[in-house]
């Protein structure tokens, strides 16, 4: 692995900007091993902690089969992203490979529907986290944990992307100790008889099947592998190469998807109340750590609900104010969101002023949602059809540009490949809750009108060429 203190690459690489018409401001320091913690902790290695129970109910009890389908269907789009990371490896994500894939106008309103994700993500780990610890620490109020999220997050990521790299290993490793603690108690725990159900039945469960069930629980546990993308946003700050970009997206994609099996595989055949939860669902969120606590005991519930709060408030959320403002710096640049955003603090190389952005909006929003019952089910369910709509783009742009474009015959992963990706995640956007449809239609259309009056006003979206470099 390489150090984090090795000198940074020089701005000529092969994955430069300025031949796309940018000056390299980001600092080029994170090795392919950074970019692959930075997505295992975007993604939250044990992040089906959280919402297993909700995903048990939705799937019949069969939430590793959804699991599964769940990273397959991300595995096409992650062979999407590597394919448009290694055309344009700049900041952007889905903005720029729509933007530059198909057009400018196009690159716009995938960016602002992929916004409304990455602007909601960071919000709804601060209210989860901070609802956790309340629960633990009553004397302290919800908003009080989260203000202490967002500053702590605000000020390591203000820092540059070296130091949330350190933060990143010291909190990925964490993660995996609990996980581990838990696999091996709860392995024993099986051995012992303490297990209800079939073994098979986390997979398939030939009483509750149905392809509708099991593709509309996979809308719900999606949110999970949602931050592999978020490595794109690192284009301009890694040392690797950009075909290594897209590997690290694929490798993390399918690390996460295998402890998320592993794990849920587990937890269900040792829920204590199955028939009660997949009757009424899990309002209150601990399902898991009941299923913990069933293994070894009341400390391994609280330690995993810890571990939840902890990897949600601070690990995740970190890195999705990172994201979040790579993004909003890459719209900035382009003069497609007010310029001030672009400003990049010179000591630290970090887009300060959509960092603090980010923190105040996830701020506003966490404590609304605090205040509504069903603040953090709103917001998940917004999260994915944000994500889900924009990767669509995603895969319509690798077809454009390089099959209408470029003329190639790669024909699995230029044109196949991305039009599985693509019917999968129409599937699972047409069968997502009605209150996320309705709402990111209207945040599409809002993006629609912004477009037009964008375009009257002389100031349709463009991006600078190849030969042109921004001031």
């Known amino acids: 692995m390489s150090s984090l203190s090795e000198s940074p690459a020089p701005a000529a690489s092969p994955s430069g900007v300025e031949r796309f018409g940018y000056k390299q401001e980001l600092n080029r320091s994170l090795s392919f091993a950074d970019l692959m913690i930075y997505g295992l902790i975007f993604m939250v290695p044990i992040a089906p902690f959280g919402i297993f129970g909700g995903v048990f109910q939705s799937s019949g009890g069969m939430v590793a089969l959804v699991y599964a389908i769940g990273m397959v269907a991300m595995a096409f789009t992650a062979l999407s992203y590597a394919q448009m990371s290694k055309a344009f490896p700049m900041s952007g994500s889905v903005y720029t490979y729509a933007g530059r894939g198909i057009g400018a106008p196009v690159g716009f309103l995938a960016g602002w529907v992929i916004l409304a994700d990455y602007i909601l993500v960071p919000a709804l780990l601060y209210l989860v986290a901070s609802a956790a610890m309340a629960s633990f620490v009553p004397a302290v109020p919800l908003w009080a944990w989260m203000i202490m999220f967002i500053v702590l997050n605000t000020v390591v990521n203000s820092l540059g992307i070296k130091m949330t790299a350190r933060m990143n290993k010291i909190m990925l490793i964490g993660e995996l100790i609990v996980l581990a603690i838990f696999l091996v108690i709860g392995v024993v725990a099986l051995a012992q008889g303490k297990g209800h159900g079939d073994f098979f039945s986390p997979i398939f469960d ?19 592998f949602l931050g592999f993308d ?40 040792l829920v204590p109340n199955r028939a009660e939860l997949l009757a009424n669902g899990d309002p209150d969120g601990t399902a898991f750590y009941n299923a913990a606590e069933a293994a070894g005991g009341h400390w391994l519930s609280v330690l995993t609900a810890v571990a939840t709060a902890v990897a949600w408030g601070f690990a995740n959320s970190l890195v999705a104010q990172a994201a979040t403002s790579r993004l909003l710096f890459a719209m900035a640049r382009d003069r497609q969101l007010p310029r001030f955003l672009s400003k990049i603090d010179p000591k630290h190389k970090a887009p300060v002023n959509a960092t603090l952005l980010v923190a105040a909006v996830s701020l506003v929003l966490g404590v609304y949602m605090s205040s509504r019952d069903d603040g953090i089910d709103l917001l998940s369910s917004l999260i994915n059809f944000g994500a889900m709509t924009a990767f669509l783009a995603l895969h319509v742009s690798v077809v454009v540009h390089y ?55 002389g100031r349709r979206p463009s991006l600078p060429d190849e030969t042109e470099v921004s001031e």
């Open 206 to 224: 030939s009483s509750t099947f149905t392809w509708e069930l099991a593709f509309g629980a996979v809308s719900i546990a999606v949110l999970s």
């Open 230 to 269: 978020g490595i794109s946003m690192l284009a301009e700050e890694s040392r690797e190469d950009a075909r290594k970009l897209g590997r690290a997206m694929f490798g993390a994609l399918m690390l996460a998807g295998l402890l998320f099996i592993t794990q849920t595989w587990v937890a269900s055949l």
């Open 403 to 457: 099959v209408v474009r470029k003329g190639s015959r790669d024909w699995w992963r230029r044109l196949i490949a991305p039009g599985i990706g693509f019917l999968i995640l129409l599937y699972v956007v047409i069968n997502a809750k009605v209150a996320a449809q309705t709402v990111g239609l209207i945040w599409l259309a809002l993006g629609i009108v912004t477009l037009g009056v964008l375009t009257l006003l």
